[in-house]
Every structure is written in C-alpha cells, then in structure tokens.
C-alpha cells in the first residue's frame, strides 16, 4: 500500500466518516468541516489530481460527479443548493494528492475565493 492517505481510507486501513461507498468510489466526511455538510467523493483508485487524469478516466470522471450530486440531494441541499469544488495542484489550493470532489452546503459561501 502506498503512503497516499485517501488510498489508505478506500482500503479501509485509516476509518473515516463513509457516507457511500461501492466498488469504484467512497464518499466521507471532510475531517475539517467548512460547512454543515461538507463531504469528500474520490476514486479507489489513485489519480493525483484532474490535471493527471487520462481518457481511460472519463468514466470514474463522470461518476464522481453524479455521485457527489445524487448524495448532496440526498442530504437535502436540493432546494438551498451547494458547492462542488476541485482543488488542483498547489495554485488551486490541493493538499491532498488523490483526486476528490469536495461538496459543502448548509450555509451561503462567499465568491470569489480569496
Ligand atoms: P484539498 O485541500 O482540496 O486537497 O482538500 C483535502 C481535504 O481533505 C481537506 O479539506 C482536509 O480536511 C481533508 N482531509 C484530510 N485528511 C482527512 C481524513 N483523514 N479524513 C477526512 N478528510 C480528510
Ligand atoms: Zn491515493
């Protein structure tokens, strides 16, 4: 196993807050919640970050996406609405090296980001 923290929380070796998981994607709680809800979506499998993700990828891409939408309405953000964020790399404020979707609802957020 590599030393990739959310590598390490698809294969269950560190615990986290799941939310969803299936055989391709796991979604939990972020550890340091900017938002009532505030929850990670990501691929067992590794991809740095969306810079690096390939054509083979579209799929996982795609369903990231629909997924991290399906859970947000299921926690009733529908109405009020939420935010989907990619952080890449170190201009777009990425600390995690795995790819993830982060989604926060339940408050008004601020634009543009500082
Ligand atoms: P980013 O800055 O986009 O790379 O976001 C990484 C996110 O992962 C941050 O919001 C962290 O709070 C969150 N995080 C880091 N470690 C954990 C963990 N063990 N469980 C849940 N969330 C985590
Ligand atoms: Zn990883």
Redesign the pocket.
Known sequence: MNDC?FCQ?AAGI?P?AKIYEDAELIA?????P?APVHF?VIPKKHINNLMEAEHTDIHILGKLLYTAQTLAVQLGCEQKGARFVI?CKDDG????NHL?I?VLAGRALAWPPG
């Open positions: 923290i929380i560190i986290a939990f709680n972020d550890l340091n900017q990670l952080n404020g990425q600390t995690v993830h982060h």
